[in-house]
Nanobody, 124 residues
Framework: QVQLVESGGGLVQAGGSLRLSCAVS????????MGWFRQAPGKEREFAAS????????KYAESVKGRFTISRDNAKNTVFLQMNNLKPEDTAVYYCAAVQGYLLRDLIREYDYWGQGTQVTVSS
């Protein structure tokens, strides 16, 4: 069984930065494509970023492109989301997700494993 645990959320002022981490236990981390999603109050969960097994291919949602950076450390079984120049509209619960395979994924239904989420709140 694969378990994902997010950390690093918190309260930050607009323009600030946060770095989210997602620690993965279970089967070989390097077999998984990883993604970050977010869900704002009253809205549906949406894609933010994904990274392939060795970090050579990355995809971002337009809303975060140029401000967020996804990365992974396969030796530490961890995926990161560096978030810079945060805006109030980035306020959401952020989830990491995993799926075995090679191709980048940006749809919720394509991921098999999910973390419990970490709250990010950006004040204006």
């Amino acid at each position: 069984q694969v378990q994902l645990v997010e950390s690093g959320g918190g309260l930050v002022q607009a323009g600030g930065s946060l770095r989210l981490s997602c620690a993965v236990s279970g089967r070989a981390f390097s077999f998984y494509v990883m993604g970050w999603f977010r869900q704002a109050p009253g809205k549906e969960r949406e894609f933010a970023a994904s990274i392939n097994r060795n970090g050579t291919y990355i995809k971002y949602a337009e809303s975060v492109k140029g401000r967020f950076t996804i990365s992974r450390d396969n030796a530490k079984n961890t995926v990161f989301l560096q978030m810079n120049n945060l805006k109030p509209e980035d306020t959401a619960v952020y989830y990491c997700a995993a799926v075995q395979g090679y191709l980048l994924r940006d749809l919720i239904r394509e991921y098999d494993y999910w973390g419990q989420g970490t709250q990010v709140t950006v004040s204006s």
